[in-house]
């Protein structure tokens, strides 16, 4: 009878115990954030309301599924910060959401609150001299940041959402995943050139393939983009590629420019230009176009190639293909090798080329914006 006893309190204790845990799988919460859990099946939602998630929840769905269909049903969590007032941005440390169980968080500011901390710094240092002309012009911005949520600023988001997965199930080293790393695909055991191909394919941003297309003559051999790393883009040019994300996310924001006259100047292009540096689109507002420097221009075409590559792949090859060939990556293994089998493309890479800009031809991307006259 004491036996018995003894075995029916230890079990009433496991339930106990497994229930609280599982009420505790349900209450998570952070400070200054609501939570929205399981909108969507793998990701948790932290914001100020659910108005606020609404735009991206069908995007991040989408994602996920297409994430499923390259890399299995079995893909780690995540939770999705979306900070609308730099309250919530100070108040999170993701340490802490990482031992709430989270594989992998993301968190993202609107452009008012980025717009608002970049007005703060003015005035600490400007104090009461900010011309007048100026604060009108930023405090319009702010009402229009305030009132919409950009499509570029969801493609990113769900472009993000890839590249944490596949970091977290590739590396081992994921427990250490940082948002702030999202776009370091060198910490993903891929090469790089697929991190940018799937990723691209689960958002369906094209308008790298659009630039690549406008500047063709200015592609890197394709074989050298299966092993070569991502082109490094300096943080001090990369501004205006962040979509909404607060990111920085080059390839995915705003107009494509063209370059015209320019070169790659050396740098692993195909061909190497004589004129002067080449130059972006007009900013619309009368002044000097900005060059684009030649970092920009290289992850531009080098993301242009990826993602048209990778889809030129999986539409010749299948979905089985494309699995073997990104686990064959996952391992350690060259791409490159995997791609130049017998049975896939095999060796002959001018022939590969060749059918690739066939297809390259054939897709059409449109402008992300009206066209503006260059200006040489």
Partial sequence: MIRKTRFLLTALILIVAFGANSANAQTVSF????????IVPGVDFFASSRETIAPYEAAVAAAMEKVKHLLGDDLPKGAIFIC??????????????????????????????RMRAQLDSMKAQMGDNIPEEILQRINT??????????????SNMTR??????????????????????????GKSA??????????????????????????????????DVLIMPRPFVASSTTGGGQGGQGMTMMGGGGQMP???????????????????????????????????????????????????FFDFFMEKHGIEKTRELIKFSSEGKESWDYVAR?????????????????YLGKISIPDPKPKSKVQQ
């Fill in 342 to 358: 017998p049975d896939v493309m095999g060796r002959d890479f001018s022939k590969i080329e060749t059918e690739w800009l066939e």
């Fill in 160 to 185: 993000n959402v890839a590249f944490a997965i596949l970091q977290v199930i590739t590396s081992d080293e994921y427990f250490q995943f940082r948002s702030s790393r999202v776009e370091d695909v």
């Fill in 31 to 38: 400070r200054n954030f609501t939570s929205f859990l399981d």
């Fill in 84 to 113: 609308t007032n730099q309250t919530q941005v100070d108040s999170l440390y993701e340490p802490v959401v990482i031992r709430q169980g989270y594989s992998w968080v993301l968190i993202s500011t609107t452009p008012e609150v």
């Fill in 141 to 154: 911005q702010l009402r229009d940041a305030a009132s919409s949520v950009t499509p570029q600023a969801v």
């Fill in 258 to 308: 063209k370059i015209s006259g320019g070169g790659q100047g050396g740098g692993g292009g195909r061909q190497q230009g004589q004129g002067g540096a080449p130059k972006s689109k007009p900013d619309g507002g009368g002044g000097q176009p900005r060059v684009l420097p030649k970092d920009e221009q290289d992850r531009l075409l080098f993301d242009g190639q990826a993602i048209s």
């Fill in 190 to 223: 891929l090469q790089d050139w697929l991190d940018i191909g799937i990723g691209a394919y689960v958002s369906g941003d094209k308008s790298s393939v659009r630039y690549l297309q406008d500047n063709i003559d200015m592609m890197f051999p394709i074989d």
